[in-house]
């Protein structure tokens, strides 16, 4: 995908969501928000496994897994025999060394899928196929073809799918989105996202998640493994994009091939305009979501949102905004309380998830061919 060859507590922000999961073995804590339901009132607990463990967020999803009283994890599979019995001693799972122990044990429900993004294809048509509930780590795929075929194979097999778009459970973009669909904004002209991070200078990727800045692994560097998060609440806010363009670049080199930071410009094809940036190689983010429209602007500043409209009573701008909902699970949560049988669920959707793929494709081909470009 990359041409140029370059919480669990909803508010936390992706560096504190890593940093509270710890990599210990059993001692990994319970994190808040962990929902006991089903196997503490005697009913009888949902069967799952884990099918690869090579993403940066494991940890926290072992953490949520292990934490609920409903679920037992009964497998654990990974090429690396090693990683896998990290995951199972954790979690008291039994490692298997093929995967098809895993489709093939009726008794499995739900499958987590944390392996890297290039083995999400065969992994997710046999979950498909196997018509176990998944929940995939993104990005979905490697490319915009191989991710809107696992999305038909999901949507054609009937089972329950999201993925791990957090930024959705926060309070502040929770309460934007209600106010874009209410039109406080009047006529929405521009939007910009942006989600960065120190991960190139901190060497955060050096060791266990080296992967991670292996394009030809993940299938994008570090524009696509943070971007494809705000490009999630800016598709999700203002719908479909047409055309990209965009400038994706190697900045320290420490991780040879990969790109460490980017800035795309979107045209949305309800006319909107927006400007995505993302990167490893930040050391602050204080703006990470502006919306400005003809009657209404917004700006998240330091965890802070800034709301102006004539449209609501006492948005003026010049306070933070504190009139939010509530934080929604974080999408691990919410995936096994909807395998479960919770209804109501803010699952991401497997035509959603392979259309950030799409876009986030288009914008590597626009960076490296100097053009604008479509999205398959």
């Known amino acids: 995908m990359n041409p140029i060859s370059s919480g669990t507590n909803a508010n936390l922000t992706r560096r504190d969501f890593i940093k509270a999961a710890g990599l210990g073995g059993a001692g990994l804590a319970v994190l808040p928000g962990a929902t006991l339901q089903g196997a503490e009132a005697g009913g009888k607990k949902l069967v799952m496994a884990l099918v690869g463990g090579a993403h940066i967020h494991t940890p926290n999803y072992v953490n949520i897994l292990k934490g609920r009283a409903d679920v037992s994890v009964k497998y654990v599979w990974d090429h690396d025999l090693a990683r896998a019995a990290k995951w199972a001693k ?26 890297e993004t290039d083995r999400h294809h065969g992994l997710v048509l046999a979950a498909a196929q196997a018509g176990k509930h998944m929940f995939v780590e993104k990005p979905l795929g490697v490319n915009s073809q191989e991710s809107y075929a696992m999305a038909a194979a999901i949507e054609k097999a009937g089972v329950l799918f999201t993925t791990g778009y957090f930024m959705r459970t926060q309070p502040h973009i929770l309460f934007l989105k209600q106010q ?4 406080n904004f009047g006529k929405i002209t521009r939007v910009q996202g942006s989600n960065c991070h120190n991960g190139s200078l901190g060497g955060w990727f050096d060791t266990d998640w080296r992967w991670m800045a292996d394009p030809k692994i993940a299938g994008v560097g570090a524009f696509g493994d943070l971007g494809t998060h705000s490009l999630d609440i800016l598709m999700w806010l203002c719908g479909g994009i047409a055309s990209v363009a965009a400038d994706i670049k190697i900045v320290t080199g420490r991780y040879p091939g990969c790109d460490e930071s980017g800035e795309a410009l979107m045209k ?45 009573l006492g948005a003026d701008g010049k306070a933070p905004w504190t009139q939010l909902p509530a934080a929604l699970p974080p999408p691990m949560e919410m995936f096994v309380n909807a395998v479960a049988g919770q209804p109501g669920m803010a699952l991401v959707s497997p035509a959603e998830a392979a259309a950030r793929v799409s876009v986030m494709e288009a914008m590597y081909h626009a960076a490296h061919d100097h053009r604008w470009a479509k999205p398959a």
Do not use: M
């Open 90 to 115: 954790v979690l008291g799972a039994r490692v298997v060394d093929d995967d098809g122990h895993i489709w093939n044990d009726r008794e499995v429900v739900g499958v987590v899928i944390c392996s």
């Open 180 to 183: 874009v669909e209410q039109a």
């Open 268 to 312: 949305f094809k309800n006319g909107v305009t927006g400007t995505l940036a993302a990167g490893w190689v930040d050391l602050a983010e204080p703006v990470p979501l502006l919306i400005s429209g003809t009657e209404g602007h917004a700006v998240v500043f330091q965890d802070q949102l800034y709301y102006r409209t004539n449209k609501v």
